[in-house]
């Protein structure tokens, strides 16, 4: 944690974890023994560190890149995979991934040209990390997510009880954080994740107009945490708002906000149904792209607020058949996977 991470917890922390089996003195004790038993080598390649790698030249969503996360840390628990190097390990975690996820290029030429290594050489290595990873853990979370959907939503009218915050400055936030995502290269997970944040914070606290950026950045940072493989540094953050954040404003937001959302982050977003139900729609490239970009324009839209995640992402594919000319959800799975066509 001292290399990794910008705030490391301390070592009494380390020692409380433990539940009284040792002291503070104890834990810094034996962190000398074991730098001492390393010669001090402890930057070493991890199979962490060359799927962040190998995902960025790939160009890899947060849904595949999640994915492999999952892959990869139950083959940590399996002392078979200590046998294979770093490499071999994420590039067949990442495989394994777009295996499940029924993506079309289930090992890009970016990715190959990267890792050297070929999707046939891959394959039994992807095929042993089916073995020792769980099911659950493979499996599809959209089922769950329209259960929880609804648990996830900001109030769908209160706005109405603010008296600075309106439609309009709304969507000039939103406006900005779309563009901060594409300035920092976040994905569109992250960008739901935050603007539901921001709408889920204003419907529990009242909000001062100068405060508005702040809470979209702080909201966006959270979110990058939670979803990114290499999320930006705070000072990416901090810099990205049209007038430079104080450190200070920013982590003591960052508290304000965890706290007022009781730290719940994670719930299902617009994001979260795009590509499960953009796959059941038998979608290609170009026409789930279509239906993102119409999904985006609806996130700027305030009264969107008032309908489900999914009900948007499905309002979104059915606009995007009518353009292509696709008169109505032909795939016979996505009229399965909507419960709610007759809203839509």
Same mark, same amino acid.
């Given at each position: 944690a001292e290399y990794e991470e910008s705030l490391a917890?301390?070592?009494?922390?380390?020692?409380?974890?433990?539940?009284?089996?040792?002291?503070?003195?104890?834990?810094?004790? +034996?962190?000398?023994?074991?730098? %001492?038993?390393?010669?001090?080598?402890?930057?070493?390649?991890?199979?962490? &560190?060359?799927?962040?790698?190998?995902?960025?030249?790939?160009?890899?969503?947060?849904?595949?890149?999640?994915?492999?996360?999952?892959?990869?840390?139950?083959?940590?628990?399996?002392? +078979?995979?200590?046998?294979?190097?770093?490499?071999? *390990?994420? $590039?067949?975690?990442?495989?394994?991934?777009?295996?499940?996820?029924?993506?079309?290029?289930r090992w890009p030429r970016a990715i190959a040209d990267q890792s050297r290594l070929g999707e046939a050489i891959l394959e039994p290595f992807a095929a042993m990390l @089916?073995?020792?990873?769980? @099911?659950?853990?493979?499996?599809?979370?959209?089922?769950?997510?329209?259960? %929880? %959907?609804?648990l996830g939503m900001p109030r769908r009218f209160y706005m109405e009880e603010h008296e600075h915050l309106t439609m309009t400055i709304r969507a000039r936030l939103v406006d900005r954080l779309m563009h901060v995502s594409r300035e920092l290269t976040l994905s569109a997970e992250t960008l739901y994740l935050a603007v539901n944040m921001v709408d889920r914070f204003f419907s529990a606290s009242e909000? @001062? *107009?100068?405060?508005? #950026?702040?809470?979209?950045?702080?909201?966006?940072?959270?979110?990058? @945490?939670?979803?990114?493989?290499?999320?930006? $540094? %705070?000072? #990416?953050?901090? &810099? $990205?708002?049209?007038?430079?954040?104080?450190?200070?404003?920013?982590?003591?937001?960052?508290?304000? +906000?965890?706290?007022?959302?009781?730290? #719940?982050i994670c719930v299902p977003t617009t994001a979260s149904f795009l590509d499960p139900l953009g796959r059941a729609n038998e979608c290609g490239a170009m026409h789930a792209h279509l239906a993102q970009y119409i999904a985006e324009l609806a996130l700027l839209e305030g009264t969107t607020l008032r309908h489900a995640p999914s009900v948007v992402v499905s309002a979104a594919l059915l606009v995007s058949n009518q353009i292509v000319g696709r008169r109505d959800f032909k795939s016979p799975v996505m009229l399965h996977q909507v419960p709610h066509k007759e809203r839509v």
């Open positions: 917890p301390e070592a009494q922390l380390f020692a409380d974890i433990i539940l009284g089996a040792c002291t503070k003195e104890d834990v810094l004790d +034996m962190e000398k023994v074991v730098l %001492e038993a390393l010669d001090f080598e402890v930057m070493v390649p991890t199979p962490a &560190h060359v799927l962040a790698f190998l995902g960025r030249a790939g160009c890899c969503d947060a849904t595949s890149g999640k994915r492999s996360r999952i892959i990869l840390n139950a083959a940590l628990m399996d002392g +078979m995979t200590l046998k294979y190097q770093p490499l071999v *390990l994420a $590039s067949a975690a990442l495989l394994l991934s777009n295996q499940e996820l029924g993506r079309r290029a @089916r073995t020792i990873v769980p @099911r659950a853990a493979l499996k599809e979370k959209h089922d769950h997510y329209f259960s %929880e %959907e609804e909000a @001062r *107009l100068a405060d508005v #950026e702040l809470v979209g950045i702080v909201a966006l940072s959270i979110a990058a @945490r939670y979803v990114e493989v290499n999320p930006p $540094s %705070e000072y #990416e953050f901090r &810099h $990205s708002a049209q007038k430079p954040i104080a450190q200070d404003d920013l982590l003591n937001m960052n508290k304000v +906000m965890l706290a007022t959302l009781d730290f #719940e």
